[in-house]
């Protein structure tokens, strides 16, 4: 499952557009103890979880958890553009993988 985000933190700079990854979507499911295929749908708390997840990949400078990221940007907006599954997936190269660790 790929999600693509439209998140606009209300903070002065231009609204980003953000892919879920694997790395996101299992940080999630560990953080929210779901599943992605627990049939439940999507909310503004997945949404907003992957997307602190993946600013916190992109270097962002983020509190510890997303639900004080959350706080800090009240009038923040994340609208999902729309869910994706590759069809043909490929194999990563190897290399470094990102760490969430601050």
Known sequence: MRVKLKVDL????????????????VEWEKTENR????GKGI?????????????????DKVPGTW??????????EIT???ETTDETPTIAAPGDAPSLRS
């Open 10 to 25: 209300k903070d002065g700079r231009e609204p980003r557009t953000m892919i879920t990854n694997m790395l996101a979507i």
């Open 35 to 38: 599943r992605s295929a627990d």
């Open 43 to 59: 909310g503004f708390v997945d949404m907003c979880c992957w997307a602190y997840i993946l600013c916190k990949l992109a270097g």
């Open 67 to 76: 639900r004080e990221w959350v706080a800090e940007h009240p009038d923040m």
């Open 80 to 82: 999902p553009i729309e």
